[in-house]
Every structure is written in structure tokens, then in C-alpha cells.
């Protein structure tokens, strides 16, 4: 009864939290393109299944790396002045 009256009272927002998922993967990124910087061998050799996503991380950082400089700092400034 009272699991059930908790859930009723929660919204799609309280679930999914698109702020917290963009810093999630933001996080994500910068902390594989950093460990690739100390141990290059530990995520290239996984390039495919599902440690592939750590090292298709480091390639969106390489590539893209102003575009995740910006957006690093936009989240931050969201984070500690907005909420």
C-alpha cells in the first residue's frame, strides 16, 4: 500500500533526468579520453561489444574535443549556478 502510493506520486521527471543523463555521458567521455592519455593499450584493444563503448568515447572526445571542452563548461555553470 504504501509502495504504491510512493509511486503514484512520481512523474516522468523525477525517472529521467535529462540533465543528469548529459552528465553522465559528458563524464563518461572526459574520464576514458583520460584514461586513454595514462594507458593507450587498455581501451584500444577493445574497439568492439560492450567495452567498444569506452573507446568509441575516447574517439567522440579526439574528434570532437571543443564541442566536449564547451559543453563541459556550460554543465558546469548549469550545475553550480542554475540548480
Do not use: H
Request: contains cysteine.
Amino acid at each position: 500500500m504504501l509502495i504504491e502510493k510512493e509511486l503514484q506520486g512520481l512523474t516522468l521527471s523525477t525517472i529521467f533526468n535529462s540533465q543528469s543523463l548529459l552528465t553522465v555521458i559528458l563524464l563518461l567521455v572526459c574520464t576514458c579520453a583520460y584514461i586513454r592519455s595514462l594507458a593507450p593499450s587498455l581501451l584500444d584493444r577493445n574497439k568492439t561489444g560492450l567495452l567498444g563503448i569506452f573507446w568509441k568515447c575516447t574517439r567522440i572526445d579526439e574528434w570532437k574535443s571543443p564541442y566536449v571542452a564547451v559543453c563541459c563548461i556550460v554543465m558546469a555553470f548549469s550545475i553550480l549556478f542554475m540548480q
